[in-house]
């Protein structure tokens, strides 16, 4: 069974930049392609940004482009989300998937296993 553990996120300025980490466990975390997404009150869960097993492979939201990076740690079993440059409308709780395929996908359903969600919150 594949375990997510997320960290980082809480309250932060607009303009600021925290770092949201996923560790797996349980898993073979190197197949997997990863992904992270969003969900604000009263909205649907939206795609944030994904990553292949390799990392060769790598697609944003429009939202997000050019101001958050996706990367990951194979040896550590460790997928990061870097946020930058953070607006009020990011404020959401984000969740790292895990997709046991190798390629990437913006589909949520695709997603095998899911973190816990952690809150972010962008203050103006």
């Known amino acids: 069974q594949v375990q997510l553990v997320q960290s980082g996120g809480g309250l932060v300025q607009a303009g600021g930049s925290p770092r949201l980490s996923c560790a797996a466990s349980g898993g073979t975390f190197s197949s997997y392609a990863m992904g992270w997404f969003r969900q604000a009150p009263g909205k649907d869960r939206e795609f944030v940004a994904t990553?292949?097993?390799?990392?060769?492979?790598?697609y944003y939201a429009n939202s997000v482009k050019g101001r958050f990076t996706i990367s990951r740690d194979n040896a550590k079993n460790t997928v990061y989300l870097q946020m930058n440059s953070l607006k009020p409308e990011d404020t959401a709780v984000y969740y790292c998937?895990?997709?046991?395929?190798?390629?990437?996908?913006?589909?949520?359903?695709?997603?095998?296993?899911w973190g816990q969600g952690t809150q972010v919150t962008v203050s103006s």
């Open positions: 990553i292949s097993w390799s990392g060769g492979n790598i």
């Open positions: 998937a895990a997709d046991r395929t190798f390629l990437p996908t913006i589909l949520p359903h695709r997603y095998d296993y």
